[in-house]
């Protein structure tokens, strides 16, 4: 996993306002928690954090560089703002060297399935626990040949070296079912259409 320093400060204004002003000069509002310590308010480089999250996704390491020390942290929310897309505040965890710690990490489908099937995605996300310094970015899935009826339960799952399986192994992830025939799709519409009028069929019967 990638593994990026950031000089990050310690903030002192807080609320909206607070939060504004330190949005204004280009950083970014973060509070880091963990390890039964109280919760430390910081300020983090917003350039340099959208190019970590670009280079290393949402569980890459931060070394953050703080009062002189080093802390090891991993992002556990992030929230953006809905329209613009910047990042407007981050949640980090306070981790160390040769820890585990549990993460949220994305499943990557590679191939094609077998002809006349439709793909059924039921999570996109699978709970590993693995090392702070080796934490997977994601768990690649291949889906190429599935036949119709296949199903890849959380517990099939091909882990990354080193982690071990948080979510629950039964959980289903994705199933192969039917696609719908041309034929099937016309009369999905047609009966679609006949639902639409026929409110109005009554309506104008009772004038």
Same mark, same amino acid.
């Given at each position: 996993?990638?593994?990026?320093?950031?000089?990050?400060?310690?903030?002192?204004?807080? $609320?909206?306002?607070?939060?504004?002003?330190?949005?204004?000069?280009?950083?970014?509002?973060?509070?880091?928690?963990?390890?039964?310590? =109280?919760?430390?308010?910081?300020?983090?480089?917003?350039?340099?954090?959208?190019?970590?999250?670009?280079?290393?996704?949402?569980?890459?390491?931060?070394?953050?560089?703080? =009062?002189? !020390?080093?802390?090891?942290?991993?992002?556990?929310?992030?929230?953006?703002?809905?329209?613009?897309?910047?990042?407007?505040?981050?949640?980090?965890?306070?981790?160390?060297?040769? !820890?585990?710690? +549990?993460?949220?990490?994305?499943?990557?489908?590679?191939?094609?399935?077998?002809?006349?099937?439709?793909?059924?995605?039921?999570?996109?996300?699978?709970?590993?626990?693995?090392?702070?310094?080796?934490?997977?970015?994601?768990?690649?899935?291949?889906?190429?040949?599935?036949?119709?009826?296949?199903?890849?339960?959380? $517990?099939?799952?091909?882990?990354?070296? $080193? +982690?071990?399986?948080? +979510? =629950?192994?039964?959980?289903?992830?994705?199933?192969?079912?039917?696609?719908?025939?041309?034929? =099937?799709?016309?009369?999905?519409?047609?009966? !679609?259409?006949?639902?639409?009028?026929?409110?109005?069929?009554?309506?104008?019967?009772?004038?």
């Amino acid at each position: 996993m990638s593994e990026v320093r950031l000089a990050a400060e310690i903030r002192t204004e807080f $609320g909206k306002g607070g939060a504004r002003r330190t949005r204004r000069s280009g950083k970014i509002p973060a509070v880091i928690y963990g390890h039964g310590a =109280d919760p430390r308010h910081v300020s983090l480089p917003a350039r340099e954090f959208a190019n970590a999250i670009r280079r290393g996704g949402a569980n890459v390491l931060l070394t953050l560089e703080l =009062d002189g !020390e080093d802390q090891l942290t991993i992002p556990k929310a992030i929230q953006r703002h809905a329209i613009k897309g910047e990042y407007e505040h981050v949640d980090l965890l306070a981790v160390r060297r040769g !820890e585990k710690v +549990s993460i949220e990490v994305p499943i990557v489908l590679v191939g094609d399935i077998a002809p006349g099937g439709l793909l059924d995605r039921e999570q996109n996300i699978v709970t590993l626990e693995a090392e702070a310094t080796h934490l997977p970015t994601e768990v690649e899935v291949s889906i190429a040949g599935l036949e119709i009826g296949a199903q890849i339960f959380a $517990g099939d799952l091909e882990l990354p070296a $080193g +982690s071990t399986l948080v +979510s =629950d192994p039964d959980a289903l992830l994705l199933q192969v079912n039917t696609a719908p025939t041309a034929q =099937d799709l016309q009369t999905e519409t047609t009966g !679609e259409e006949a639902a639409v009028e026929a409110p109005a069929e009554s309506a104008g019967g009772g004038e």
